[in-house]
């Protein structure tokens, strides 16, 4: 067995993990960085659905009532995340839910955030798209929604536009570096100022460190890179403070699993689980309406039929994002692309599952597709089950997993989602311009590719597990700040709110790093790509 410290432990790569690594190793600090993933470059993607290329860095981790898509690798799901860059709106820091109080901390309002994504949004960097920029999918979407009477809006997107081919496998990797992920900002900044990274290295438990000078100690495991089911070695790491980041699934069951190491963990801990009120469904274009009703076509003559043409997310209305409504009727409808996988899980009309003529003949209609993302207001009614021995889930099969989340979704959640739907219908149905199918629940349960809230921020000990600083209650320089502290569905993508925290909580960490003993100091700017 290995033992080493550090004076930082970092445990995930993704936004929660790699922002406080940078500016921590920039301070000075002995940073370690421990993702359970492996580390690819750009040349090492490959754009193929092929088994043993995409499921060696995602992630579909199935649980009761509901399926999660995460990041597996260094980089975490900014690797794999479809760009989308948006600020959450201030109605969804002032959501209410079930606690019939406000969920986020006193602290916390989009005014006091602005700041961060700034910082956020420079070091990616996102760049505001335009017309042009939007897909064709994109376009329908937009076209239906001016003639149903609402605005639709280009996505701001952490994408380099001129390096971009329109290739559409933001899944499986950009080969071309032109999505702005992780890999090209904050980690590698972070290691030029002295951070290690350690790739398939997957913690296992945290307890007080025996080391003099340390508080914590991290039992890990290192995965074969063949077979992440197979342990190569094993070791300890004792750290003065920790950043925990191992994503909203796996934040919460590594808590769980350590917690009478620990002498106790926060009630909250593994509960108020949210999906981010995600809800799939897909337009079936008539095209010939596309042409007369729209009055669109496309170079080679068709009116539509451009689906995988162009990137996952371009298109946006955020018209049913109002702060005056009542919460659960409040939600952004997006355009958004998912591989042809996925297919089986849209339901037709004529037919039960996933079999039979109906879905032969839907499926084969494909091109004519426009996948569109309803991001709700849900209940934060997911919850953890007890802790596998080993890992965040177990794993069936590389790419796929069994976790212990179950979500069953409330009345309020499925109120919101029928009124998306609904809102949905009214655009993309008009004068028989589309058919609406939802995604199966039966075939995948609901399918999040943005849990939040397993392990949240606020101001009541009893509903949140961390204080307004990132900290977990009762235990002094352990952090988590990846998408398991956002207290609640946030009606938009997830990615810069959880960068923007994890900017805001730098400074906090950096002060629990110095009076450990490190010499420290925080300041650097975030780092220019």
Known sequence: ?????????????????????????????????????????????????????????????????????????????????????????????????????????????????????????????????????????????????????????????????????????????????????????????????????RPLHEVQTLAPSPVSGYRYAAAYTVLDPDDYTCTAQTGVIHAKVVVLAAGAVGTPVLLQRSALLLGGIPRAVGRYFSGNGDKVSIANVDEDRARSLLGLSRPDGSAYQGLPIGRPITAATFDYLDAAATEYSRFTLQQIYFPPMTNFLVKAASSPGWFGIGQRDLRARWRSWVTLLAMTEDDNEGTFGPAPFSGSFTRLAPGLGLGTMRYHPTARTRGAWQQADAALRSIMEKDGLAQVRPWSEEAASTVSAHPLASTRLGDDPTTSALTDTHELRGHRGLFITDGAAIPASLTVNPSLTIAALAERASPTIAGRVEEAGVAIRYGTPPPTS
């Open 1 to 197: 067995m290995i033992t080493q410290t550090t004076d930082v432990l970092v445990i995930g790569s993704g936004f929660g993990g790699a922002i406080p690594a940078y500016y921590l190793a920039a301070g000075g600090a002995r940073v370690t960085v421990l993702e359970r993933g492996p580390r690819l470059a750009a040349d090492d993607f490959a754009h193929s659905m092929q088994l043993g290329t995409y499921n060696r860095i995602v992630d579909v981790i199935r649980g009761d009532g509901v399926s999660v898509v995460a990041g597996n690798c260094v980089g975490g799901g900014s690797v794999i995340y479809f760009a989308a860059s948006l600020r959450a709106p201030a109605l969804a820091f002032e959501r209410r839910g079930s606690l019939g109080r406000r969920i986020w901390p006193a602290s916390l309002t989009r005014a006091t955030l602005d700041p961060w994504y700034d910082r956020a949004e420079e070091a990616l960097p996102v760049t505001r798209t335009t017309w042009p920029d939007v897909s064709y999918a994109g376009g329908v979407f937009a076209a239906a929604c001016h003639r149903a009477g609402h605005t639709c809006n280009p996505v701001p997107l952490a994408v380099d536009l001129e390096r971009c081919t329109n290739c559409n496998w933001m899944l499986s990797g950009c080969r071309f570096d032109a999505k702005r992920s992780l890999l090209l900002n904050y980690l590698p900044a972070a290691e030029a100022h002295g951070a290690v990274i």
